[in-house]
Nanobody, 132 residues
């Protein structure tokens, strides 16, 4: 059974940094890509960053470019999100997601730099709170 487990959320003051990690367990095949998403209260889930696990190609939403870095750690199925210069508007629940064989998709596509991605495994989320 595939599980994605996030860690590293917390509270920080504006301008501070946090590092989120996501480990995928129960995976037989490598993911095509993994990503980070966030959902603030009353808002839709939005894509933050995604990485192609075979090439390390990365994509970011404009609002985090230059501040956030997505990377692979210790293999194809673990990713981290280094967040710096955090702003109060970054406050949200952050989710890790992966595109892996074996499960249907929910039909939603996420667009990064004109490229479309979809994910079929999601973590439970970790809270990030940035105070001013």
């Amino acid at each position: 059974q595939v599980q994605l487990v996030e860690s590293g959320g917390g509270s920080v003051q504006a301008g501070g940094s946090l590092r989120l990690s996501c480990a995928a367990s129960g995976v037989t095949y490598s993911s095509s890509y993994m990503g980070w998403f966030r959902q603030a209260p009353g808002k839709e889930r939005e894509g933050v960053a995604t990485i192609l696990t075979g090439s390390d190609t990365t994509y970011y939403v404009d609002s985090v470019k230059g501040r956030f870095t997505i990377s692979q750690d210790n293999g194809d199925n673990t990713v981290s999100l280094q967040m710096s210069s955090l702003k109060p508007e970054d406050t949200a629940v952050y989710y890790c997601a992966a595109n892996l064989p074996g499960r249907a998709y929910d039909g939603r596509w996420y667009v990064f730099a004109g490229e479309r991605f979809r994910y079929n495994y999601w973590g439970q989320g970790t809270q990030v709170t940035v105070s001013s």
